[in-house]
Nanobody, 126 residues
Framework: VQLQASGGGWVQAGGSLRLSCAAS????????MGWFRQAPGKEREFVAA????????YYEDSVKGRFTISRDYAKNAVYLEMNSLSPEDTAVYYC????????????????????WGQGTLVTVSS
């Protein structure tokens, strides 16, 4: 099983980036796919997720209204459109997936996901 994340890069504050994550080796239509991020010196934190059968989406409060997550079940992929980026969004972004249902109240928990991508770095300059 492999999750391949891409789309990170450098952008000025106020700019936009679109992250992509393509999964192979297993389909995840029965479970959630999402994005987490980890800034230097900080814990990995939840960003956004979509449950099975398009349940949600769910967002961390600081990205609501700026980020949009979407899934393509046919392509076994998940995307994160990020707008109005700020330096506080600088982090390594990881896609994550779980092949099985999840309690929605736990969809933000990193320990509930079985598979992880390698991470893609997003750097936002002021």
């Amino acid at each position: 099983v492999q999750l391949q994340a891409s789309g990170g890069g450098w952008v000025q504050a106020g700019g936009s980036l679109r992250l992509s994550c393509a999964a192979s080796g297993r389909t995840f239509s029965s479970g959630p796919m999402g994005w987490f991020r980890q800034a230097p010196g900080k814990e990995r934190e939840f960003v956004a997720a979509v449950g099975r059968w398009s349940a949600g989406p769910y967002y961390e409060d600081s990205v609501k209204g700026r980020f949009t997550i979407s899934r393509d079940y046919a392509k076994n992929a998940v995307y994160l459109e990020m707008n109005s980026l700020s330096p506080e969004d600088t982090a390594v972004y990881y896609c994550a997936a779980r092949d099985g249902r999840i309690v929605i109240s736990a969809i933000h928990r990193a320990d509930q996901y079985y598979y992880w991508g390698q991470g893609t770095l997003v750097t936002v300059s002021s």
